[in-house]
C-alpha cells in the first residue's frame, strides 16, 4: 500500500506561480510513475504532468512550457512547479502514483487527497 500526502496550493493571481509536492511512503516498487492530475468544477480529471522512474516526463498541451514536474527517487517525491498560471489552472490537484511490476504486466494506482490551487484576481 502506499500513501501520497500533499502539499502546496492555495490563491494567487494570475501569472503567478505556486509549487505542488507529493511524498510517497509504504510499498517500493522498482518501477513507477509519479505525477499530478487535476479537476476542474464540473469537468472530468484529466492529467497534468507525470514522470516515470527513469525521468522521462508527459505533459499535458495546455501545461507545457508552463510547469515542470521533477522527481526525487531517493526521497519517494514529485514536485510540480507551477508558473504562469492561468484561471483555467483552476482545480483540485491530485498526486498520482502508479507501481509497476512483472514487466509491465501488473500496476497498482494510488491517489492523493487533492489540493486545491485557485488562480483568480
Known amino acids: 500500500q502506499v500513501q501520497l500526502v500533499e502539499s502546496g496550493g492555495g490563491y494567487v493571481q494570475p501569472g503567478g506561480s505556486l509549487r505542488l509536492s507529493c511524498a510517497a511512503s509504504?510499498?517500493?516498487?522498482?518501477?513507477?510513475?509519479m505525477g499530478w492530475y487535476r479537476q476542474a468544477p464540473e469537468k472530468q480529471r484529466e492529467l497534468v504532468a507525470t514522470?516515470?522512474?527513469?525521468?522521462?516526463?508527459n505533459y499535458a498541451d495546455s501545461v507545457k512550457g508552463r510547469f515542470t514536474i521533477s522527481r526525487d527517487n531517493a526521497k519517494n517525491t514529485v514536485t510540480l512547479q507551477m508558473n504562469s498560471l492561468e484561471p483555467e489552472d483552476t482545480a483540485v490537484y491530485y498526486c498520482?502514483?502508479?507501481?509497476?511490476?512483472?514487466?509491465?504486466?501488473?500496476?497498482?494506482?494510488?491517489w492523493g487527497q487533492g489540493t486545491q490551487v485557485t488562480v483568480s484576481s
Open positions: 509504504g510499498s517500493i516498487f522498482s518501477l513507477s510513475i
Open positions: 498520482y502514483f502508479r507501481g509497476i511490476i512483472d514487466r509491465g504486466r501488473n500496476q497498482f494506482d494510488y
Open positions: 514522470s516515470t522512474t527513469g525521468g522521462l516526463t
